[in-house]
């Protein structure tokens, strides 16, 4: 449900950051409960969501890592919270609603395959053994719109080192609750559930590969797939899986759930690039989301530095769709 409360908007970019969450005004007047229970070891922060009952709210906001820059503004949460792909919940983008309804806790990750030993952790075990930061991450929709998030998480490769696969693991492919009372989307049968996805070991390892616990500052929202998913900042959105309760290491590339809905439109590797029209589409240009305009797609999405030389000697593939 929409609280009345100021636009995102009308927020600076440094709203995305830890000051923000200081002191907020309505988590004081709650009460000392509310008080306790949102303080966090460093100092007199407030974190609002922990009001609300997340296991995990005190260990947000995350400090910065300010390696990665964005070229544009911050998409206001607003804007972002409700435009949304989320298949589970519906085929339209304005899902956020009925992903109310998705129970975030407990919630636990399988961890299975070519691993040293298969294991099952529960998300808030996860959190304390994993390096919290924050990142300003551009997003892309093979869907030609753009935006950007504050996004906080831990590095894939740490969650990769955490589960010990095998020399023999090749890819690491990731599957999405399926829960057929929880999302209304699981009735359109046509659609080949669960949501799956997968990366190489390489990409997994990548710098950039980041797996996503919080947005703007506190614990993932619901529409953005909480409490776990990820973000491949210079692929294609439909990459990034949400809520995440499966974690396998494999020999064979996995077939996404968007592949096996469509191969010729939705490739194993996804990557952006402005020069490789979709089938029905132009992907040169990007709606900015929030603002309207458009503006220019960019190789990569703007990531070549970290992740061109991955795909060196890969030319033969179709690495674009
Ligand atoms: N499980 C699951 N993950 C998913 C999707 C989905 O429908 N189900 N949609 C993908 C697509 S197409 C995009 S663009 C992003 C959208 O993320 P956002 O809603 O946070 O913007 O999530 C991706 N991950
Ligand atoms: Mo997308």
Redesign the pocket.
């Known amino acids: 449900m929409l609280i009345a409360r100021r636009k995102g908007w009308e927020l600076p970019e440094s709203a995305a950051t830890p000051e923000r969450f200081f002191f907020d005004r309505r988590a004081i007047l709650g009460g000392s409960a509310v008080l306790g229970g949102g303080l966090v070891a460093n100092g007199l922060r407030l974190s609002p969501a922990r009001a609300e009952g997340d296991p995990s709210a005190g260990l947000f906001p995350a400090k910065r890592n300010e390696t990665f820059k964005l070229d544009r503004d911050i998409t206001p949460e607003d804007v972002?919270a409700n435009?949304?792909?989320?298949?589970?919940?519906g085929s339209t983008?304005r899902i956020a609603s009925a992903a109310e309804a998705l129970k975030t806790r407990p919630w636990r990750i399988k961890i299975d395959g070519l691993v040293e030993k298969a294991q099952e952790i529960d998300i808030d075990d996860l959190l304390k053994k994993m390096p919290l930061e924050e990142r300003l991450y551009r997003?892309?929709?093979?869907?030609a719109?753009g935006?950007a998030?504050p996004w906080t998480g831990f590095p894939l490769k740490s969650l990769v080192e955490f589960a010990k696969p095998t020399s023999a693991a090749k890819y690491v492919r990731m599957e999405?609750?399926m829960d057929k009372s929880v999302g209304p989307?699981f009735r359109q049968f046509w659609y080949p559930w669960?949501?799956i996805?997968g990366v190489t070991m390489a990409e997994a390892h990548n710098d950039l590969a980041f797996v996503v616990v919080g947005?703007y500052g506190k614990p993932l929202g619901k529409?953005?797939?909480a409490p776990i998913?990820?973000a491949l900042p210079w692929k294609?959105?439909?990459?990034?899986?949400?809520?995440?309760v499966k974690i396998s290491f494999v020999t064979e590339r996995p077939v996404s759930?968007?592949e096996k809905l469509q191969a010729s439109e939705y490739g194993f590797w996804a990557n952006v690039n402005p020069n490789v029209p979709h089938p029905r589409w132009s992907q040169a240009t990007e709606e900015v989301l929030g603002k309207g305009n458009r503006v220019p797609t960019l190789m990569f999405n703007g990531y070549g530095e970290f992740v061109a030389d991955m795909y060196k000697g890969l030319e033969g593939e179709r690495l674009y769709t």
Request: glycine share 8%.
């Open positions: 972002n435009y949304n792909n989320f298949y589970e919940f983008k997003h892309r929709c093979v869907e719109w935006m998030i999405t609750f989307g669960p949501y996805e947005a529409p953005f797939g998913r990820l294609y959105g439909f990459k990034s899986i949400k809520s995440i759930f968007w």
